[in-house]
């Protein structure tokens, strides 16, 4: 067994029973006197395995599966089969232990009280965490300072913005410095700015915490900042599991090459070439082209045409993701 | 998940108090909501029914002056709190903490009870001024007892609420299965008479439900009605315990049919 891994999942399933019901006055009479279950199958089978010190991304259309697993991963969730282990620990059991370990952070949802500055919801957490107050002040400080909210801890939290609340909440979630933590959609409704901030304090806190964290997000930036390895996740099945670099060389083997012609002479004439064409506006083309032909075909532009600029990039992650997401394969 | 420290209980109900404190009108009208033993009192004086019971007129003002304070002290709506909880998404994280979710709601009843306490004091006054004959002044031990008494009464209900709570494990709206226990509560538990007004039929097997136990019991205690403290408190203690261990069956049933709605 490998010492350095914390999590892991060996076919692990997890069904809901579901009451459907038909349109109209018909279906809600028999929704009534004979409602009907359906087991909806929401993770089939995963096997996962994730080391120490990690950050993981769980990637995924809507509905995938991701969150339940970060819920069956965090003790929330019984899984219907399989086996889990988490440091040692089951986390269904949720054990003391074990929860001194993780922290559960979500996107728009919140465990500060409403009414009081967030100050007093630090200081509560601590006490359930058995942390003592001299010990739970230090943290504050130190996170406080590292996620820049001094001076709104002492504010209700109803009066704190979202990206103020994000990061309170956050405060929350570490002063009793897990060393898993779950993150699902933590920079939703977040500006940009709040957005990388956000993502600048996990990196440095995988850093300086060696802590493992897995993560779900629909902000592609969050995942290509934070995580060299990605899990994908389609209808509960994992479709891939791998460096995010590999995945995205298999899902697009071509680069973009965006030209700019002096002529639209000339810009006919590359229509006609035979090449992928992504884009086409009055004397600017973006062709796609195969990694391996770049050279070749570069070169042979350059000597044909006479061009006012030229750039090559990768297609965005985005896009790339987004048609994984689409194509379910 | 029950390993509570000191530093918990003390932190978890400063924190409740501040939050209540932020509500403070609210609890001052629920506090003067709580004034149906009041109209009782005024209903059954007007009337002369307390004749039949050979009970006097100032005794029943204070039995019933008991009654509001039992109740003031013992108002559970934990049912309510964690299916809102529960629909929201909002009892996840109290979940994945080691600290049973039910004591943040029980510290909260705690809190607000200390909250409302000022305000019940003030209403008792009122009482007092307009009814000078029912003044009274129960000695240091009964005192001590009805608090107990009354104490036990919030933690039958809190447990019975706590139980029904679960349900929303299995289904959504456990809320109305309370509506089940609000009206014997309200009949049978002595806030609108005093149990011992009661057909005799009746008497015959409400003594071995807890409702009696609820309201009209520390109300006599703490009215100085007649009264058998030790075998009262045995039996509040027998429904504690029976609706503790039936708790811990339910949540540990219910917790694993746990779905996480609205994370």
Known sequence: MNSNKIIELKNISKSFFIASKEPGLNGTLKHFFNRKYNEKKVVKNINIEIRKGEIVGFLGANGAGKTTILKILCGLLYPTNGFISIDGYRPYERKSEFLNKISLIMGQKQQLIWDLPPIDSFYLNAAIYGIEKSEAKKRIKFLSEMLEINKELYLPVRKLSLGQRMKAELLAALIHNPNILFLDEPTLGLDINAQANLRKFLQLYNKE????????????????????????????????????????????????????????????????LGLDIKNLESNEITLLIKKEDIKKTLKNILNKYELEDLQISEPPVDEIIGKLLTNNN | MYNLTPNKIGTLLKTQYSNMMEYRVEIALWAISGV???????????????????????????????????????????????????????????????????????????????TRFPFALIIAIFFFIFNPESLWSPSIGTIFISLISTFFSFLIQFLIQSIIACFCFWTEKASSFEKLIFIPTLFLSGLLAPVESFPEFVKSWVYFTPFPYLIDFPARILSENNVNIFSGLCVQIIWIILFFLIFIKVWSQGSKKFTAMGL
């Not at chain 1, 899990?231 to 973009?256: A, F, M, N, Q, W």
């Not at chain 2, 029943?60 to 009654?67: D, K």
């Not at chain 2, 994280?93 to 049973?100: E, K, R, V």
Request: a positive charge.
């Open chain 1, 209 to 272: 915490t060696g802590s493992t964290i897995l993560l779900t997000s629909h902000y592609m930036k969050d995942i290509t900042y934070l995580c060299r390895r990605v899990i994908c996740i389609h209808e509960g099945i994992v479709t891939y599991d791998g460096k995010l670099e590999k995945l995205l060389t298999k899902l697009s083997p071509r680069k973009e090459l965006s030209i700019i012609c002096k002529s639209k002479k000339d810009i006919e004439s590359l229509k006609n």
């Open chain 2, 36 to 114: 149906i033993p009041f109209f009782m009192l005024n209903i059954w004086t007007n009337n002369g029914l307390n004749e039949s019971l050979n009970i006097s007129n100032i005794m029943l003002s204070r039995y019933f002056l008991s009654a509001f304070f039992v109740r003031q002290f013992s108002v559970v709506w934990v049912v309510f709190t964690f299916e809102e909880d529960a629909l929201l998404g909002r009892i996840s994280p109290y979940l994945i903490q080691p600290i049973h979710p039910f004591f943040r709601y029980f510290a909260q009843h705690i809190a607000e009870q200390i």
